[in-house]
């Protein structure tokens, strides 16, 4: 199985970091790309079906990193959780060395 690393938006190695998990709120979605934004930063994600992607929805975002650009393997809707909550949570595993 492949494992995607964590990270922030603003942690984002398009050099060196191969695959991915970034979390945030949709902030602008088309056919082909959407925007994604954290409390670190925005960043543009192309997706084939980004049109299926809602303005406002919280989503987390298994990405592969091409040539400085990130391709969504899969999106995950996390639009039922409460977003503060989740970040808080997400916080600590990241303080704590943790990338479950």
Same mark, same amino acid.
């Given at each position: 199985m492949t494992n995607y690393v964590r990270k922030k938006i603003s942690e984002l190695n398009e050099k060196s970091d191969i695959r991915v998990a970034v979390t945030g709120k949709v902030i602008k979605s088309d056919e082909k790309k959407f925007i994604l934004e954290d409390d670190s930063g925005r960043v543009e994600i192309n997706f084939d079906n980004a049109d299926y992607i809602a303005v406002d929805?919280?989503?987390?975002?298994?990405?592969?990193? =091409?040539?400085?650009? #990130?391709?969504? +393997?899969?999106?995950? =809707?996390?639009?039922? #959780?409460?977003? +503060?909550?989740?970040?808080?949570?997400?916080e600590l595993y990241r303080k704590a060395g943790l990338n479950v």
């Open positions: 929805n919280f989503v987390r975002v298994f990405c592969t990193i =091409n040539n400085g650009m #990130l391709k969504a +393997d899969a999106v995950q =809707n996390l639009s039922g #959780l409460d977003m +503060d909550l989740f970040m808080k949570i997400e």
